[in-house]
């Protein structure tokens, strides 16, 4: 099995954001996939930028505590980095998205990903369940993608019930491992029973964060 370690690594940081980013929900980065463009619930970017920290973008506002929103597209089974967008407030209060990223990688177009491994998760249809905090929202479709050191490896379509049950049973095989147990102390903040269950609840709701691979079929 490959290593799910690296997703673990960089993930503490990212998912324990300040509290007012995480109650908020947020912009999504863009992917296109087979000809169409998807919101990503997932944000490859984070882990370069955490190893290149003069880089970051400032936090723009509470809907958007990274700073920036990645444009992706998946080509040859590459996952490629197009553009790197933020919102710039003009004079009259309005809105504009300005290109930063011959800031991030000048001279380079389309830089391949190859440090992400993850489930990129890419959501469509209908609104099952609207929640106002980071991606916590649920659809009634999903497009799962495995990314392996920046290559495209694997791809699952799921509709909401299918999703929910992947989710559940990804979980149970995770639970199984050591990288569960490392990271459960990790994030546990005491010994107490109410904590426990708490932190085995987080970990359950955002898996796909905490897991760099499909675990079950």
């Not at 029973?193 to 499909?214: M, N, P, R, W």
């Given at each position: 099995?490959?290593?799910?370690?690296?997703?673990?690594?960089?993930?503490?940081?990212?998912?324990?954001?300040?509290?007012?980013?995480?109650?908020?929900?947020?912009?999504?980065?863009?992917?296109?996939?087979?000809?169409?463009?998807?919101?990503?619930?997932?944000?490859?970017?984070?882990?370069?930028?955490?190893?290149?920290?003069?880089?970051?973008?400032?936090?723009?506002?509470?809907?958007?505590?990274?700073?920036?929103?990645?444009?992706?597209?998946?080509?040859?089974?590459?996952?490629?980095?197009?553009?790197?967008?933020?919102?710039?407030?003009?004079?009259?209060?309005?809105?504009?998205?300005?290109?930063?990223?011959?800031?991030?990688?000048?001279?380079?177009?389309?830089?391949?990903?190859?440090?992400?491994?993850?489930?990129?998760?890419?959501?469509?249809?209908?609104?099952?369940?609207?929640?106002?905090?980071?991606?916590?929202?649920?659809?009634?479709?999903?497009?799962?993608?495995?990314?392996?050191?920046?290559?495209?490896?694997?791809?699952?379509?799921?509709?909401?019930?299918?999703?929910i049950t992947f989710k559940k049973n990804q979980f149970l095989a995770f639970e199984k491992t050591k990288t569960y147990?490392?990271?459960?102390?990790?994030?546990?903040?005491?010994?107490?029973?109410?904590?426990?269950?708490?932190?085995?609840?987080?970990?359950?709701?955002?898996?796909?964060?905490?897991?760099?691979?499909?675990?079950?079929?």
């Open positions: 099995m490959r290593s799910i370690l690296f997703l673990f690594i960089s993930l503490i940081s990212l998912n324990f954001a300040k509290v007012e980013d995480l109650i908020t929900a947020q912009y999504p980065d863009k992917l296109i996939y087979e000809g169409n463009v998807y919101d990503v619930h997932t944000n490859p970017l984070e882990p370069y930028f955490e190893k290149h920290l003069d880089k970051k973008p400032e936090q723009v506002s509470s809907a958007l505590w990274r700073g920036y929103v990645a444009h992706f597209e998946i080509i040859e089974n590459q996952l490629l980095v197009t553009d790197i967008t933020t919102p710039v407030y003009e004079e009259n209060g309005e809105m504009k998205w300005v290109s930063i990223y011959t800031d991030i990688f000048p001279n380079t177009e389309n830089v391949v990903i190859d440090w992400y491994s993850g489930i990129l998760t890419l959501p469509y249809g209908e609104v099952v369940n609207y929640v106002h905090q980071g991606y916590a929202s649920t659809y009634s479709n999903y497009n799962l993608l495995e990314i392996e050191n920046g290559c495209f490896t694997e791809a699952r379509n799921l509709d909401y019930k299918q999703f147990n490392e990271l459960f102390n990790k994030l546990k903040n005491n010994s107490t029973q109410k904590e426990a269950v708490a932190t085995k609840s987080y970990i359950s709701d955002f898996i796909l964060q905490y897991t760099s691979q499909f675990l079950v079929e």
